[in-house]
């Protein structure tokens, strides 16, 4: 950060400030002797004994700029895109300033949706705007809850992506992984339409799909993650409700089994299980050896129930056994299956 002082119509730079990109060490020196700098497009160089500090002694005169810095970087962080993700309709962005992170849906046509903190800003292709506060979507228009509802499908999307990514990330040990971008725009765009009553056909669920027995398919084949392809997808988790639940601690009780009503879309992943979407953007699994696992978004969490019922949980310092790694070697292929819009594979 540079601090500017006019003298005689010209702006010098009189102080400079550089943080470390931690925000641990500052550095803090007057150029040209105190008698200050021209403006330019680059800061001038540090002299030498240049004074510098950690956050934890740094002069209380300097805080108030330390704070400045601070709302600056959260403010570059708002604007600054981690995960996007284009779906049929728009570009969905997740920024880097979580958590919580702002959330930025920009449809093809126009319309523009912005979440941040509790607060929900709508732009209309028209150029009318509203601003939505907290959860509360009640009494929009047919038209404005089909981009609703399509921008929070994406915003659970892009929540399941970053808790995928993070975790590989984590345990690669290489360069960072983000920022990342999923899918392109296509080329014919159109708008999201209200939502119509799905109607069960052979085209989307065959007969076949509805009478899947999961226990047979649960006894067929052992587990071998490094073959992870799809044999059925569907939107709503009909065939996740009869779910046989396995026995839990009190506290884990919802990360391990999760109701059907907290499922957005299932798929059945060939010699793994089923991989159901969560509303909170979390990924659960369902392995055909009789284990769950709960990969948490936005967070490095993963909550792990064995074939006999016991329940862990392990953050983000924790070290993960080897057999839960393998098991999390096909979470990136699920999360490519449900940034999928198509239909059942």
């Known amino acids: ?67 400045y810095a601070a709302k600056f970087v959260q403010l ?18 997740l920024m880097e300033n979580s958590p919580p992170a702002d959330v930025e849906v920009c449809f093809y046509d126009g319309t523009k949706i912005h979440k941040t903190a509790g607060i929900t800003r709508v732009i209309e292709k028209s150029g009318k705007s509203f ?18 509802d399509h921008a929070n499908e994406g915003h659970r999307t892009c929540l399941a992506l970053e808790s995928a990514i993070l975790e ?21 765009t159109e708008s999201p339409q209200a939502a119509t009553p799905p109607l069960l056909d052979k085209t989307n669920y065959s007969k076949e799909v509805v009478a899947l027995d999961r226990n047979k398919a649960a006894s067929s084949t052992p587990v071998q993650t490094p073959n992870c392809a799809p044999v059925v997808s569907c939107e709503k988790p009909m065939l996740l409700t009869n779910t046989v639940e396995k026995t839990c601690s009190s506290v884990h009780q919802t990360e391990c089994s999760p109701n ?38 936005g967070v490095s969490s993963i909550t792990y129930t064995s074939p006999d019922g016991q329940t862990s949980r392990y953050g983000e310092d924790d070290k993960l056994p080897e057999y839960i790694k393998e098991k999390l070697h096909c979470l990136s292929s699920i999360l490519v299956m449900f940034t999928n819009p198509a239909g059942p594979h």
């Open 1 to 67: 950060m540079e601090f500017l002082k006019e003298h005689r119509s010209q702006e010098l730079v009189k102080e400079v400030l550089r943080i470390s990109c931690d925000g641990n060490v500052i550095a803090v020196y007057h150029p040209n002797e105190g008698r200050g700098f021209l403006l330019d497009d680059r800061p001038p160089a540090p002299p030498e004994g240049i004074c510098t500090y950690n956050f934890d002694n740094l002069p209380e005169k300097y805080w108030k700029k330390y704070q």
């Open 76 to 93: 570059v962080r708002t604007k600054t895109p981690k995960v996007t993700f284009y779906t049929r309709y728009a570009k969905c962005m």
């Open 131 to 148: 601003t939505l506060k907290g959860e509360s979507e009640a009494g929009l228009k047919k038209e404005i809850q089909a981009y609703m």
């Open 168 to 188: 590989e990330e984590k345990w690669s040990g290489s360069a960072p992984f983000f920022p990342i971008i999923v899918g392109r725009k296509p080329g014919n």
């Open 260 to 297: 059907s009503a907290q499922l957005v879309k299932s798929v059945f992943v060939k010699n793994v299980g089923w991989a159901s979407q969560l509303t909170s953007g979390a990924v659960w699994v369902q392995f055909n050896d009789g284990s769950q696992l709960v990969a948490q978004a």
